[in-house]
Nanobody
């Protein structure tokens, strides 16, 4: 099992930027797929971005060109740089890890999740 702790959330005005970080501990991190999901009030938890150990990356269409996912295997961290934020980006953002060297846009392949960090974008 991997323990994941997110940080970096907060309140920002529309058009602003935030950088989220996820620190991992536990079993091997460097070979695992990592992802960010988000959940707005009353909505399902949706895929945002994912990255493999070899830097294969997926993005949701809604964040392409605005968000950038990256990872540092030596530090066991994965980050999400969020630029040009919009009010509709407001959500709790969750870090997640797969148990192998793969990623997915679906929730089920991710057995390990962080507790989430709130991002609020004001208009």
């Amino acid at each position: 099992q991997v323990q994941l702790v997110e940080s970096g959330g907060g309140l920002v005005q529309a058009g602003g930027s935030l950088r989220l970080s996820c620190a991992a501990s536990g079993r091997t991190f460097s070979n695992n797929g990592m992802a960010w999901f988000r959940q707005a009030p009353g909505k399902e938890r949706d895929f945002v971005a994912a990255i493999t150990w070899s830097d294969i990356i997926y993005y949701a269409d809604s964040v392409k060109g605005r968000f950038t996912i990256s990872r540092d295997n030596a530090k066991k961290t994965v980050s999400l740089q969020m630029n040009s934020l919009k009010p509709e980006d407001t959500a709790v953002y969750y870090c997640a890890a797969t148990s192998g060297a793969y990623i997915s846009m679906q929730r089920d392949p991710y057995p390990d999740w962080g507790q989430g960090t709130q991002v609020t974008v004001s208009s």
